[in-house]
Protein backbone atom coordinates (compact mmCIF):
# COMPACT_ATOMS: atom_id res chain seq x y z
CA UNK A 1 0.00 0.00 0.00
CA UNK A 2 1.37 3.16 -0.69
CA UNK A 3 1.56 6.33 1.51
CA UNK A 4 -1.03 8.63 -0.09
CA UNK A 5 -4.35 7.56 -2.17
CA UNK A 6 -7.00 10.31 -3.24
CA UNK A 7 -9.96 8.25 -3.36
CA UNK A 8 -13.19 9.89 -5.41
CA UNK A 9 -16.05 7.35 -4.00
CA UNK A 10 -18.74 8.21 -6.81
CA UNK A 11 -22.34 6.45 -5.92
CA UNK A 12 -23.82 4.49 -9.32
CA UNK A 13 -26.81 6.71 -11.04
CA UNK A 14 -30.18 5.87 -9.85
CA UNK A 15 -32.04 2.31 -10.36
CA UNK A 16 -34.30 2.43 -12.86
CA UNK A 17 -37.13 0.63 -10.58
CA UNK A 18 -39.90 1.03 -8.52
CA UNK A 19 -39.47 2.60 -4.94
CA UNK A 20 -39.10 0.65 -1.84
CA UNK A 21 -37.50 -2.05 -3.25
CA UNK A 22 -34.22 -3.47 -1.96
CA UNK A 23 -32.65 -4.17 -5.56
CA UNK A 24 -30.74 -6.61 -7.05
CA UNK A 25 -27.00 -6.44 -8.12
CA UNK A 26 -28.37 -6.76 -11.89
CA UNK A 27 -31.30 -4.24 -11.24
CA UNK A 28 -31.06 -1.65 -14.41
CA UNK A 29 -29.72 1.72 -13.61
CA UNK A 30 -31.05 5.05 -15.11
CA UNK A 31 -28.69 6.96 -17.12
CA UNK A 32 -30.92 9.38 -18.14
CA UNK A 33 -29.06 12.18 -16.49
CA UNK A 34 -26.83 13.01 -19.25
CA UNK A 35 -26.01 16.73 -17.55
CA UNK A 36 -25.20 15.18 -14.65
CA UNK A 37 -22.49 12.51 -16.06
CA UNK A 38 -21.41 14.44 -17.94
CA UNK A 39 -20.20 17.29 -14.69
CA UNK A 40 -19.60 14.28 -12.89
CA UNK A 41 -17.02 13.04 -15.03
CA UNK A 42 -15.45 16.46 -15.88
CA UNK A 43 -14.66 16.99 -11.68
CA UNK A 44 -13.25 12.72 -12.20
CA UNK A 45 -9.31 12.63 -12.54
CA UNK A 46 -8.99 11.27 -15.90
CA UNK A 47 -5.47 9.04 -15.30
CA UNK A 48 -7.00 7.63 -11.94
CA UNK A 49 -7.15 3.84 -11.24
CA UNK A 50 -10.42 3.01 -11.76
CA UNK A 51 -12.46 0.27 -9.83
CA UNK A 52 -16.13 -0.53 -9.49
CA UNK A 53 -18.44 -3.48 -7.56
CA UNK A 54 -19.42 -5.62 -9.72
CA UNK A 55 -23.34 -4.67 -9.75
CA UNK A 56 -24.96 -3.48 -13.16
CA UNK A 57 -25.75 -0.16 -11.80
CA UNK A 58 -22.04 0.50 -11.37
CA UNK A 59 -20.38 -1.02 -14.16
CA UNK A 60 -22.98 0.98 -16.24
CA UNK A 61 -22.08 4.12 -14.15
CA UNK A 62 -18.85 3.62 -14.48
CA UNK A 63 -18.70 3.34 -18.57
CA UNK A 64 -21.14 6.57 -18.62
CA UNK A 65 -18.84 8.51 -16.77
CA UNK A 66 -16.12 7.21 -19.53
CA UNK A 67 -14.20 4.41 -17.42
CA UNK A 68 -13.33 1.03 -18.13
CA UNK A 69 -13.04 0.03 -14.52
CA UNK A 70 -11.64 -3.37 -13.13
CA UNK A 71 -14.12 -4.72 -10.79
CA UNK A 72 -14.09 -5.92 -7.42
CA UNK A 73 -16.76 -7.82 -5.09
CA UNK A 74 -14.88 -6.41 -1.95
CA UNK A 75 -17.04 -3.22 -3.26
CA UNK A 76 -20.49 -4.54 -3.66
CA UNK A 77 -23.41 -3.36 -1.41
CA UNK A 78 -24.67 -5.36 1.71
CA UNK A 79 -26.11 -8.53 0.95
CA UNK A 80 -29.60 -8.43 2.13
CA UNK A 81 -29.86 -12.54 1.36
CA UNK A 82 -33.76 -13.49 0.93
CA UNK A 83 -34.71 -10.25 1.42
CA UNK A 84 -33.25 -9.04 -2.06
CA UNK A 85 -36.20 -7.92 -4.85
CA UNK A 86 -38.48 -7.64 -2.69
CA UNK A 87 -40.58 -4.76 -1.33
CA UNK A 88 -39.93 -2.72 2.03
CA UNK A 89 -43.77 -2.59 2.57
CA UNK A 90 -44.72 -6.40 1.96
CA UNK A 91 -41.50 -7.48 4.18
CA UNK A 92 -42.80 -5.36 7.03
CA UNK A 93 -46.52 -6.42 6.77
CA UNK A 94 -45.12 -10.13 6.51
CA UNK A 95 -42.74 -10.02 9.27
CA UNK A 96 -43.76 -7.36 11.87
CA UNK A 97 -41.89 -7.23 14.61
CA UNK A 98 -38.78 -9.43 13.60
CA UNK A 99 -38.29 -6.61 10.50
CA UNK A 100 -38.80 -3.66 12.89
CA UNK A 101 -35.96 -5.46 14.90
CA UNK A 102 -33.42 -5.17 12.09
CA UNK A 103 -33.70 -1.97 11.23
CA UNK A 104 -32.99 -1.04 15.24
CA UNK A 105 -30.02 -2.56 14.80
CA UNK A 106 -29.21 -2.74 11.14
CA UNK A 107 -25.76 -2.02 11.58
CA UNK A 108 -24.93 -5.67 13.51
CA UNK A 109 -28.41 -7.67 12.13
CA UNK A 110 -27.71 -9.71 8.92
CA UNK A 111 -31.55 -10.45 6.81
CA UNK A 112 -31.61 -14.23 6.45
CA UNK A 113 -29.14 -15.38 4.20
CA UNK A 114 -27.23 -12.32 3.91
CA UNK A 115 -24.88 -9.99 5.54
CA UNK A 116 -24.56 -7.20 8.44
CA UNK A 117 -23.13 -3.89 7.68
CA UNK A 118 -20.22 -4.84 9.86
CA UNK A 119 -19.75 -7.84 7.81
CA UNK A 120 -20.00 -5.09 4.43
CA UNK A 121 -16.93 -3.07 6.57
CA UNK A 122 -14.70 -5.61 7.02
CA UNK A 123 -15.09 -6.76 3.33
CA UNK A 124 -14.39 -2.98 2.18
CA UNK A 125 -11.64 -2.86 4.81
CA UNK A 126 -9.92 -5.95 2.54
CA UNK A 127 -10.62 -3.68 -0.73
CA UNK A 128 -9.12 -0.60 0.58
CA UNK A 129 -6.17 -2.69 1.93
CA UNK A 130 -5.44 -3.83 -2.07
CA UNK A 131 -5.56 -0.49 -3.66
CA UNK A 132 -2.79 1.26 -5.05
CA UNK A 133 -1.47 4.90 -3.94
CA UNK A 134 -2.72 8.36 -6.31
CA UNK A 135 -5.90 8.91 -7.56
CA UNK A 136 -8.47 6.12 -7.16
CA UNK A 137 -12.04 6.85 -8.31
CA UNK A 138 -14.45 4.19 -6.76
CA UNK A 139 -17.94 3.87 -8.45
CA UNK A 140 -19.93 2.28 -5.85
CA UNK A 141 -22.93 1.70 -3.36
CA UNK A 142 -23.95 3.72 -0.77
CA UNK A 143 -23.41 0.71 2.30
CA UNK A 144 -19.96 1.01 0.56
CA UNK A 145 -19.43 4.46 1.19
CA UNK A 146 -20.88 4.64 4.05
CA UNK A 147 -18.20 1.51 5.23
CA UNK A 148 -15.06 3.62 3.74
CA UNK A 149 -16.38 6.38 6.11
CA UNK A 150 -16.71 3.95 9.30
CA UNK A 151 -12.96 2.73 8.22
CA UNK A 152 -11.40 6.37 7.36
CA UNK A 153 -13.76 8.26 10.97
CA UNK A 154 -13.20 5.14 13.30
CA UNK A 155 -16.50 5.53 13.90
CA UNK A 156 -19.40 3.26 14.97
CA UNK A 157 -21.10 1.29 11.95
CA UNK A 158 -24.28 3.25 13.61
CA UNK A 159 -22.78 6.10 13.13
CA UNK A 160 -21.37 5.66 9.49
CA UNK A 161 -24.78 4.75 8.51
CA UNK A 162 -26.64 8.14 8.95
CA UNK A 163 -24.53 9.46 6.37
CA UNK A 164 -27.26 10.56 3.17
CA UNK A 165 -25.30 9.35 0.19
CA UNK A 166 -27.40 10.35 -3.08
CA UNK A 167 -27.07 8.76 -6.36
CA UNK A 168 -24.66 10.15 -8.68
CA UNK A 169 -22.90 12.29 -5.68
CA UNK A 170 -19.14 12.35 -4.80
CA UNK A 171 -17.10 11.98 -2.14
CA UNK A 172 -13.26 12.18 -1.37
CA UNK A 173 -11.11 10.70 1.18
CA UNK A 174 -7.66 11.05 1.54
CA UNK A 175 -5.49 7.92 2.94
CA UNK A 176 -2.29 9.44 4.66
CA UNK A 177 -0.77 6.24 4.59
CA UNK A 178 0.24 5.34 8.68
CA UNK A 179 -0.91 8.74 10.18
CA UNK A 180 -4.93 8.11 8.85
CA UNK A 181 -7.22 9.79 6.83
CA UNK A 182 -8.64 12.95 6.02
CA UNK A 183 -12.10 13.49 4.87
CA UNK A 184 -12.53 16.41 1.74
CA UNK A 185 -16.09 16.20 1.29
CA UNK A 186 -18.90 13.74 1.55
CA UNK A 187 -21.91 13.54 -0.56
CA UNK A 188 -21.13 16.60 -2.93
CA UNK A 189 -23.37 16.49 -5.92
CA UNK A 190 -22.48 18.08 -9.19
CA UNK A 191 -23.87 19.80 -11.89
Given at each position: ????????????????????VIHAPEA????????????????????????????????????????????????????????????????????????????????????????????????????????????????????????????????????????????????????????????????????
Amino acid sequence: MNDFSRLWLVRHAPVDGPKGVIHAPEAPVDLGDTAVLAALGEKLPYDATVVASPSRRTRETAAALGFDAMLDPDFREQDFGTWTGRRHDDLSRELGPAYDAFWQDAARLAPPGGESFVDQIERVRRGLARLPGGDVVLVVHSGTIRAVLAIALKTSPEAALSFVIDPLSLTQIDRLGSSGWRIVWVNRVVG
